[in-house]
Each structure stands twice: as structure tokens, then as C-alpha cells.
């Protein structure tokens, strides 16, 4: 098993341009993640996925749009980059058991660092 | 709102040494997970420890163990003849319920260097 896997792994834009991240699991988990991480911050939910064609607003969603189109893949889109997204994105993934309020750990890929010029 | 503060940014120590890693929590609701994440040099997030609200047993694992105190809202991590492979950041997380999802709640962050 891959897990979690993130696409790409660095990249560079300038201000304005538009990019989208790609992140895949192979866990079959139900639920997906969006984090970005900044110096002193931790780490801050974007966007997450219960389900294949769902999404939800996360903390810091504003700027970014995701997408759920098939239960392994979880697309976080930059659609106009300003020099504020410069950061480390990371995709997680986790399931839920059958019984309610029982998680297990949210499994985390490699991260992508993103800066905008 | 639910909260998660790790107070020591930055905490270096001589190997061999204890050292203890402190996170509080904020949060109103009675039913919640809270873990600890390890991100080494290399940038990976590693999973370390899930406890839920209901369970306040202290935990062991080798070297680390884990401080539970629902009446101090304090979770703490204490790795015990530190290593210098302990040399990473730390986050201490809580999971907010509803929607379905696990929606973590991250600490700052503690930056651990274990010396030679």
C-alpha cells in the first residue's frame, strides 16, 4: 500500500496563476483532508470529504476549492495564488468504525511546499 | 471554539535526559479524541498516540508515555531517556465532532532538540 500520496511534491508559482493539488489514498477511507501548515501555526483544516462527492468547508477555506470526484482522490485548487498561500499543504485521510464517535488516526501524506512569488 | 495550546515553542535538552511536552485543551463538548503527531527533520507527520474523552489511563509506550487529566484539560507527553531520533516537532491535537469528520484542532507546535 502507497497510503497517502501528494502531487506534486514542491512547486513554484507567481501571483495570479492557478495550480491544483492532487492527493490520492489507497486505504479506501471514506474521509479526506486538507491541511495548511505555517511557521508557529500547526497545522489548519482547509477543506475536508466525508464521501465521494462531498465537501466541506474546513478553518481557512477561503482561496482554495476542492473537489471529491472519486473516493481515492481528494483535489485542493488554488484558483488565483497570492503570496499568503505560500506554505506546506498536507493531504490526510481516515475511516470511521462502525460505531459512533470511535476515530481512528487521520493518516497523513508526505506534504507539498507551495510558494507564491 | 475548541483550542489546543502547546505553550513551549522550542525545548532542548542533553540526551539520556526526561523531558516533558505540554498540551491544554479548550473544548465543549463531552465526547472527544486527542492525539499527538511527531514530524521529524523530514518533514512526515507520525501518528503516535489516540485517547478519547472516556478514558483517562495513563498511557506507556517504550520510552513515551502520556499524561491524561480531564480535570486540568492537560494532555502531556513525556519521553523518558531521550534519544537524539526524538529530535522533532510535536503537535498535541484535538478532534472536533459533527459532520461526520474528524476535524483536528492542532497546538502550535513544540520543537524537541535532544543534544549528544
Known amino acids: 500500500n502507497a497510503g497517502v500520496t501528494q502531487t506534486p511534491k514542491f512547486r513554484v508559482l507567481k501571483t495570479g496563476q492557478s495550480m491544483t493539488l492532487l492527493c490520492a489514498q489507497d486505504?479506501?477511507?471514506?474521509?479526506m483532508y486538507w491541511y495548511r501548515q505555517d511557521p508557529g501555526m500547526g497545522l489548519r483544516l482547509i477543506h475536508y470529504?466525508?464521501?465521494?462527492?462531498?465537501?466541506a468547508k474546513g478553518e481557512v477555506p477561503d482561496g482554495y476549492n476542492v473537489s471529491r470526484l472519486k473516493k481515492q482522490n481528494f483535489l485542493l485548487g488554488l484558483e488565483s495564488a497570492a503570496p499568503s498561500q505560500t506554505s506546506v499543504y498536507f493531504c490526510?485521510?481516515?475511516?470511521?468504525?462502525?460505531?459512533?464517535?470511535?476515530?481512528?488516526?487521520?493518516?497523513f501524506g508526505p506534504g507539498t511546499r507551495l510558494t507564491v512569488t | 471554539a475548541q483550542k489546543v495550546t502547546q505553550a513551549q515553542t522550542e525545548i532542548s535538552v542533553v540526551e539520556k535526559e526526561d523531558v516533558t511536552l505540554d498540551c491544554v485543551y479548550e473544548?465543549?463538548?463531552?465526547?472527544?479524541?486527542l492525539f499527538w503527531y511527531k514530524q521529524p527533520p523530514s518533514g512526515e507527520l507520525v501518528f503516535l498516540i489516540r485517547?478519547?474523552?472516556?478514558?483517562?489511563q495513563n498511557e506507556i509506550s517504550g520510552r513515551y508515555s502520556w499524561n491524561f487529566q480531564k480535570s486540568t484539560s492537560s494532555f502531556n507527553f513525556t519521553i523518558t531517556a531521550s534519544q537524539v531520533v526524538d529530535s522533532a516537532v510535536y503537535f498535541c491535537?484535538?478532534?472536533?465532532?459533527?459532520?461526520?469528520?474528524?476535524?483536528?484542532?492542532f497546538g502550535q507546535g513544540t520543537r524537541l532538540t535532544i543534544n549528544p
Open positions: 485517547r478519547n474523552s472516556f478514558d483517562e
Open positions: 491535537a484535538l478532534s472536533e465532532a459533527g459532520g461526520g469528520a474528524q476535524k483536528l484542532v
Open positions: 470529504s466525508v464521501g465521494e462527492g462531498t465537501t
Open positions: 473544548t465543549r463538548d463531552t465526547t472527544y479524541y
Open positions: 486505504m479506501n477511507h471514506e474521509y
Open positions: 490526510a485521510s481516515s475511516y470511521e468504525r462502525e460505531y459512533s464517535y470511535s476515530w481512528d488516526e487521520q493518516y
